[in-house]
């Protein structure tokens, strides 16, 4: 276990190697800026903030994290790839404000809550959530999304895609649950919805 706030602001750390942590606390690496290489293999679970301000990010792989926490990744305006091959649930404001991202995709992720990608990508982004069956209000708010796949979403909250104006595709087959203004401020991009 990696406590709290344990390496916070050390502003000259730029890798972390944890081979056996399985969990990390919140704000454990927050505001390590100049933090490039994390290998933290066993970590099934991760605090919220737990890397929030790490500017130099550009690439991490949590191959067992389960749950995405709150603004884990906020202000990783590198962070160009992200890998969490199991991670079944990404919590509000779990991805905001990644300008560097251009594609993720979360294949095992079933449920996006309320707010969970918010202002992510900057003009390119393809979001591929393969299993996902619910996304939350707000879910994809003013993100840069040019493409999202959710071939077995059911569920898409109030406002899912506002202010997506770069939205060109939509791939969703088996939703039968649209909330209201889901699509405010797509604009004219919007060609195909399935």
Do not use: R
């Amino acid at each position: 276990s990696i406590a709290d706030n344990i390496l916070g602001a050390c502003t000259n750390l730029a890798s972390i190697t944890f081979e056996n942590a399985a969990s990390v606390g919140e704000s454990a690496f927050a505001g390590c800026s100049v933090l490039t290489d994390v290998n933290l293999p066993n970590c099934v679970s991760a605090g919220a903030q737990c890397f929030v301000s790490c500017w130099a990010l550009k690439s991490i792989t949590l191959p067992k994290l389960k749950i995405l926490q709150g603004y884990t990744f906020n202000g990783c305006n590198a962070l160009a790839s992200l890998s969490l091959p199991v991670c079944e649930t990404v919590n509000s404001y779990g991805l905001y404000s990644n300008s560097a991202m251009t594609e993720l995709t979360l294949p095992a992720c079933t449920e996006a809550k309320d707010w969970a990608f918010f202002n992510v990508g900057d003009s390119v982004l393809t979001i591929n959530l393969p299993v996902c069956e619910t996304v939350g209000e707000h879910g994809f708010y003013s993100c840069a999304i040019t493409s999202v796949s959710l071939p077995k979403c059911k569920s898409i909250g109030i406002w899912a895609f506002q202010n997506c104006d770069s939205l060109q595709t939509a791939d969703l087959p088996a939703c039968d649950s649209i909330g209201e203004s889901a699509c405010q401020g797509v604009g004219t991009a919007l060609v195909s919805v399935d």
